[in-house]
């Protein structure tokens, strides 16, 4: 089971002006040679993720193929070797962005998908590797999204958090651990006869109608719903799609990720207009108790901006935030980037999206997406 620690505030961004090296900081092992190379087949690749404990479900083999479907992303996914064996992975999507110009990431859309290696020579071997790599593509940077940073100096910036918390053995135990508060809420949701449902490929378009909407009124562009339905068949026995219904009609939806006793959400939405019948906690109480009955012990929220109103959400659950750190690869000096919505433009955009018929902003929003990280 997975440690949780005590509730952290994230410090503000921050930068290291060391350049990015393979000689950087390394605690070698033995004195066998590191060798880095895009050619690795994928069982190896998720034998080696079933043994690391830093390893999340993010980081599954099977995320390439549903990038190279639903986005058609160009993904180059790094396997480091020592003695013939993997000892370390980075998955890597290359970027061609109309919006941001070119970059690596590692890896969009998600928390905390960056490297996974056994000691900090390895970690420097695959930053060598993918630096060459953004060379040669003519990236500006190389973002790694990691949950704690790499033994490398690499330039940081600290704008998000993770939040999640330890679950008990029964759901019963876990409702007294609830506050008063939300217990009310989940209660209040079904006096209102709101009804739960989960399973698989089945729920997508109820799940969707929910999601695009929401999306829209955030002012984000929406996933293609081929992400969901290549999900739903990459990780049949992996992924589970919730979806709260009032009466007949779909108001919240949710997707969960199970992975080594940890399950992870890491897309949830309830409609705005129905809000007042608190379907979203009724459907974080769903999917909790359903992970409780699975026998997981860490219930994931995913990320937040720091201090958000969703981070508020997730904590009044019993959450715990921890700082995440969003490490980067600077190709052509200059400063970490910020692609993000506290970026002017991205406020701008936001602002004009919201305003679109939702048919403009469904047809839109997956071409839109794809340059977008």
Request: include cysteine; glycine fraction near 10%.
């Amino acid at each position: 089971m997975t440690k949780l620690g005590g509730t952290t505030l994230a410090e503000p961004a921050r930068e290291d002006a060391r350049p990015v090296t393979a000689t950087a900081t390394r605690t070698r092992r033995d004195d066998a040679p590191v060798t880095v190379s895009g050619e690795v087949d994928g069982g190896d690749w998720d034998a080696f993720l079933d043994r690391h404990p830093d390893a999340t479900v993010e980081h599954l083999w099977g995320w390439r193929d549903v990038f190279q479907r639903a986005f058609r992303h160009d993904c180059v996914y790094l396997a480091a070797r020592r003695h013939g064996g993997v000892v370390g992975v980075l998955p890597l999507v290359r970027y061609r962005s109309a919006i941001f110009g070119r970059f690596l990431v590692s890896l969009p859309y998600f928390n905390y998908a960056g490297i996974v290696a056994d000691d900090a020579e390895v970690a420097g071997a695959l930053v060598a590797h993918a630096e060459d790599l953004g060379r040669e593509h003519g990236a500006k940077h190389v973002e790694l999204r990691h949950r704690d940073r790499l033994p490398l100096k690499l330039p940081y910036s600290q704008g998000k958090v993770g939040v999640a918390r330890e679950l008990p053995a029964t759901a019963d135990d876990l409702w007294k651990t609830i506050d008063r508060k939300v217990r009310n809420q989940v209660r209040k949701a079904q006096k209102e006869e709101l009804t739960t449902t989960n399973g698989g490929v089945a729920l997508i378009d109820d799940f969707y109608s929910v999601f695009a909407q929401n999306m829209r009124d955030l002012g984000t562009p929406v996933f293609p719903k081929s992400l969901f339905v290549e999900t739903a068949r990459t990780f049949p026995d992996t992924a589970r799609f919730f979806v709260v219904r009032q009466g007949d009609r779909p108001v919240a939806g949710g997707v969960s990720l199970r992975f080594r006793g940890t399950v992870l959400v890491p897309w949830a939405s309830s409609l705005r207009e129905a809000r007042h019948l608190c379907p979203n906690m009724l459907l974080y109480w769903s999917m909790m108790e359903w992970a409780v009955g699975q026998g997981c012990g860490v219930f994931d929220f995913g990320r937040s901006s720091v201090g958000a109103g969703t981070q508020q959400f997730k904590e009044q659950w019993g959450g715990v935030a921890r700082p995440l750190h969003t490490e980067y690869i600077l190709l052509n000096g200059g400063s970490v980037p910020n692609q993000g919505t506290s970026n002017p433009r991205m406020q701008m955009a936001i602002n004009v999206w919201r305003r679109l018929p939702l048919r403009v902003a469904s047809l839109l929003g997956p071409r839109l997406i794809a340059h977008l990280a």
